[in-house]
C-alpha cells in the first residue's frame, strides 16, 4: 500500500486524502503496523456525521478516530 511507502517515522501519523481509495478494512492494521495513528477522508467524513447527530459511540475495527476521540 502507498500509506507503507510514503511512511516516515517522524509522522505523527497518516492521513490518506483520497476518498476514492477503499482502505477502511485495513486502517486498524495499518495502525498497528506503524504504531501511530492512521486518518482517512471518508473515516473523518464518518465521525463528523456521527458527531452531528450526536453519537458518542465508540466504533470498533476502524481506527482510533472512531474508536477514542471524542465527539464533543
Not at 21 to 28: A, E, L, R, V
Not at 30 to 50: F, H, I, R, S, Y
Request: hydrophobic content about 40%; aromatic content about 6%.
Amino acid at each position: 500500500m502507498v500509506a507503507r511507502q510514503a511512511w516516515v517515522p517522524e509522522a505523527d501519523g497518516v492521513f490518506i486524502t483520497c476518498t476514492n481509495f477503499q482502505c477502511s478494512d485495513i486502517i486498524k492494521e495499518l495502525e498497528q503496523d506503524l504504531g501511530k495513528p492512521v486518518v482517512t477522508a471518508n473515516q473523518a467524513t464518518a465521525w463528523n456525521l456521527l458527531r452531528m447527530l450526536k453519537n458518542n459511540d465508540p466504533v470498533e475495527g476502524y481506527g482510533t478516530l472512531l474508536r477514542k476521540i471524542p465527539r464533543t
